[in-house]
């Protein structure tokens, strides 16, 4: 009798409209479908998820009258986050009584929404219904907002602004400095901090859970179990415990075959993630380093990730020319297969969570160059704590390009980085297996609902 009525039980999954927060709250469904639960995900009119094979059991609602992908073009990441939370409140609760209307009213066992989809509680609290916050950042970076919610915004702006200062250690989150903290590059200090504000108030969520696990993370997590005063479960890489494709982008497999050529471990794999720009003189200092290194690579250029250009039609001719000698450029890639690829040897990435999440899971050194937000705490753990990345800092030049390809794929540093990430990888692997930290953890959460 108990077992089905846990079969029947309904978790309601609110996720970010973007790439980077839509693909764990996806395999965060996947994880809790497994454990008998039924799964509706509210989408705003941006997400694109479609219920495809992977998510056929899943049951998908629109938020009506929620922003689009012009919305995101015109307001910027920032202050579209905080529009839609302004104008979805209403509509939110409209969808939830629809879904208490169709189901019985104790159908569902909670609202797990992303803690930047916090227009979420008004609806929440007004069906008296369990909540819980997801974080698809790492347990420091959800630290880092924490302590940034609570600081000065003024003195902190000069702080940031002083040169001197940017280099050193900040107070209470070694190594992390000044300049490594998740200051946002879409928005004003202020504005960032007053969505910190917003994302790290549990309000009434009966807990948080968080895509990371304790080998990587134990003491930023026991300071957020002591500080939030609400059970934090550390679950991930929900990758590894629920693999479930969910790109909003067109993935190019030809890829594969062109790995399928290349010697093991010679490949530098480079993705910048959904929403970082590059410049076009930096593109032409990453193009010299990468031919002068005598690497094969396989290059993510995004469209519309230049500046002015729809791909890298608007680059010169020598641009081209550089990266077919040695290069393979896609649009979009099948990143989990290609980090699982014997030829790949390194992954230069913008550092976002997913992404240092799957290199580590795959035991892939990294190169690190951080956009914005909690890539550059990321990218400092990958080089400082893990000791599995090497940080590309400033302004981009080609010797320095190539000079951090020769450390991570030719020198020793790089071999030994690479056996710190395979141990990694065993232990995250660990992790999730029955009896792991993530496992228990997760089973845990399931047992508290």
């Known amino acids: 009798m108990e077992e089905n009525r846990v079969k029947k039980t309904r978790i309601v999954l609110v996720p970010v409209p973007a790439q980077g927060h839509v693909t764990p709250m996806m395999q965060l469904g996947k994880a809790l479908h497994s454990k008998g639960f039924s799964i509706t995900v509210v989408l705003t009119q941006y997400n694109r998820v479609s ?39 209403a509509s939110f609760k409209q969808c939830i009584g629809q879904l208490l209307r169709e189901q019985c009213n104790d159908d569902i066992a909670c609202v797990v929404y992303d803690e930047y989809m916090y227009f979420s509680h ?6 008296q219904l369990p909540s819980v916050v997801f974080s698809t950042t790492s347990a420091t970076a959800f630290v880092c907002r924490s302590v940034l919610s609570r600081v000065d915004a003024e003195s902190f702006l000069i702080d940031m602004k002083d040169p001197e200062t940017q280099d050193k250690v900040f107070p209470g989150l070694h190594p992390l400095r000044y300049k490594d903290l998740p200051t946002s590059a879409f928005g004003p200090l202020g504005s960032t901090l007053k ?27 026991a300071w957020l179990q002591q500080q939030l005063q609400v059970p934090v479960f550390p679950i991930g890489p929900l990758h590894i415990t629920a693999s479930a494709p969910s790109s909003l982008l ?13 010697k093991s471990s010679s ?29 094969p690579f396989l290059w993510v250029i995004r469209p519309g990730s230049v500046p002015g250009s729809e791909w890298t039609e608007s680059l010169p001719e020598q641009f081209s020319k550089l990266v077919a000698e040695r290069g393979y450029t896609v ?37 690190c160059r951080p956009f914005t937000g909690d890539q550059k705490v990321n990218a400092r753990y990958l080089e400082r704590v893990w000791r599995i990345g090497v940080q590309l800092e400033g302004e981009l030049d080609k010797g320095t390009v190539e000079r951090a390809l020769e450390r991570l794929l030719v020198d020793e540093e790089g071999a030994e980085m690479r056996k710190r990430a395979i141990d990694l990888k065993e232990k995250l692997e660990a992790s999730v297996r029955i009896g792991g930290s993530s496992c228990s953890s997760l089973d845990d959460f399931v047992n508290s609902l």
């Open 122 to 127: 008004a609806a929440v609290q007004e069906f």
């Open 195 to 221: 969505v910190y504000s917003e994302t790290v108030n549990t309000r009434t969520a009966s807990a948080v859970i968080i895509n990371s696990a304790s080998c990587l993370e134990s003491s930023s997590l």
């Open 267 to 295: 490949v530098i794999y480079i993705s910048l993630g959904s929403l970082a720009l590059t410049q076009t003189k930096e593109m032409f200092e990453m193009a010299w380093g990468l031919s002068n290194s005598n690497q």
């Open 331 to 367: 649009k979009w890639a099948p990143q989990m297969e290609v980090l699982r690829h014997p030829a790949v040897g390194g992954f230069w990435s913008h550092c976002g969570w997913n992404s240092t999440l799957e290199s580590i899971g795959e035991g892939v050194p990294m190169i």
């Open 51 to 89: 219920s495809s094979k992977y998510f056929s059991d899943f049951h998908f609602l629109t938020i009506p009258g929620s922003l689009t992908e012009s919305d995101l073009k015109n307001l910027g990441p920032q202050n579209f986050v905080l529009k839609l939370n302004q104008i979805c409140e």
């Open 250 to 262: 067109e993935e190019d497999r030809s890829c594969i075959e062109w790995l399928n050529k290349q």
